[in-house]
């Protein structure tokens, strides 16, 4: 772990998400909207995999919190070329789970490996479909805004292509045109 200066310095070839870096400089700076952001990426794969290992939703909970609470004091620490931030938080989500349940001593040490056989392989799942959602995000966001609105409102909010049409009051064949491109760009950008 290093420095806010080494976080900005490392950022362009890092193999951490640029807006996971840009996320954790301005944590380092004080931004609580920066923990904010980075709990919305990133609190559900944490607690998910912090309930996998302990078994209880009450203790999960405590333990997310205490992750993104290190998180805040250390995050100018935070060196993104060792790895990539959801990787460190489920690393870490994982081990601070295991030294709970290893201090509550209530299992037997073989059900407690067999659980850590069994996190791995969830771990590795969770992970795969972080970075992928990551991707996704990155990809919209490369999308032009009027493409990303039709898309939004055909995907999200269910509505055809007539309502986007009135809802808009763009022409049919416009929406149409762009939730074709926006399929499309999605398409080349998510599976090159």
């Known amino acids: 772990m290093e420095n806010s200066e080494t976080v900005q310095s490392r950022s362009a070839n890092s193999p951490m998400d640029n807006g996971d870096v840009a996320l954790m400089r301005r944590m380092a700076e004080g931004d609580e909207t ?3 952001a980075v ?4 609190g559900g794969l944490v607690y998910s995999v912090a309930v996998r290992v302990l078994g209880n939703a009450e203790l999960a909970e405590e333990v997310s919190q205490d992750i993104f609470y290190q998180l805040w004091r250390t995050a100018s620490a935070f060196n993104p070329s060792r790895g990539s931030l959801g990787g460190w938080l489920l690393v870490c989500a994982r081990n601070r789970a295991i030294s709970r349940l290893r201090g509550r001593a209530a299992e037997p040490a073989a059900e407690l490996r ?3 056989v069994v996190l791995n392989v969830n771990l590795e799942n969770d992970l795969a479909q972080a970075q992928q959602i990551s991707r ?6 490369r999308l032009q805004p009027a493409q990303r609105q ?7 909010e269910g509505l055809t292509h007539t309502e986007i049409a ?3 009051g763009e022409p049919l064949g416009t929406v149409k045109t762009r939730l074709r491109a ?5 398409k080349k950008a ?3």
């Open 114 to 116: 067999e659980r850590e």
């Open 34 to 36: 920066a923990l904010a």
């Open 39 to 42: 709990y919305d990426r990133y």
């Open 136 to 141: 996704v995000r990155a990809a919209l966001e």
């Open 150 to 156: 039709a898309l939004e409102l055909a995907y999200f």
């Open 190 to 192: 998510l599976n090159p």
């Open 182 to 186: 926006a399929v499309e760009f999605l």
């Open 166 to 168: 009135r809802r808009t």
